[in-house]
């Protein structure tokens, strides 16, 4: 299938998958279970808030995304997972579905990228963090990763969602956005 072909949520659901995906596969077994940035969640954790969170809001919708995977071998798992997920976003109508959402009446595709794709993003650094593997964002994803924050409003700092913004630990953008998401990026 050609980039052309597929529709806004999936390409922007497979462009952040890609490189959360290769630090998940770049993890290795005893760092799962290390602290990561999110306070009392291991690596191991952060994966599964990631595939529950995803699994209830599509459940919620009525859709079928079979049984939650087993997180033993969290790769395996997660790759398990987001293959379903990358099916069903696959299918325009899907997408396009209209509900009422949290902020008011939206799509499914428009809550996918506002948050569940969002949190692709910021969840690669904290699972990358816990096994001290290099996570740098492109332009791109921290302008993603802004503009999802914003678009939150205070909602950004309820309970489940980010932490109180912190002090950066350095001036760049990557320390500046992940500190406003509650999280210290050493410089």
Request: with cysteine; charged share 25%.
């Amino acid at each position: 299938m050609s980039t052309s072909s597929i529709n806004t949520t999936a390409l922007r659901h497979r462009h952040a998958n890609a490189p959360l995906t290769d630090v998940i596969d770049a993890v290795d077994a005893e760092a799962w279970n290390k602290q990561s940035p999110c306070e009392g969640w291991t690596a191991r954790d952060v994966v599964a808030h990631i595939v529950d969170t995803q699994r209830e809001f599509l459940i919620g919708r009525g859709l079928d995304v079979g049984e939650r995977p087993d997180l033993d071998d969290p790769a395996t798992g997660w790759r398990e997972h987001t293959g379903r997920v990358a099916t069903l976003l696959a299918d325009d109508t899907l997408v396009d579905a209209p509900y009422e959402g949290y902020f008011g009446p939206t799509t499914l595709g428009a809550t996918f990228e506002q948050f569940y794709i969002w949190d692709l993003l910021v969840h690669r650094w904290d699972i990358a963090q816990s096994a001290g593997i290099p996570a740098a964002f492109t332009d791109a994803e921290l302008d993603r990763m802004e503009a999802g924050a914003d678009s939150f409003g205070d909602a950004l700092y309820m309970d489940s969602v980010c932490k109180s913004g912190v002090e950066a630990a350095s001036d760049d953008r990557q320390s500046q956005i992940l500190a406003r998401l509650g999280r210290r990026a050493e410089g």
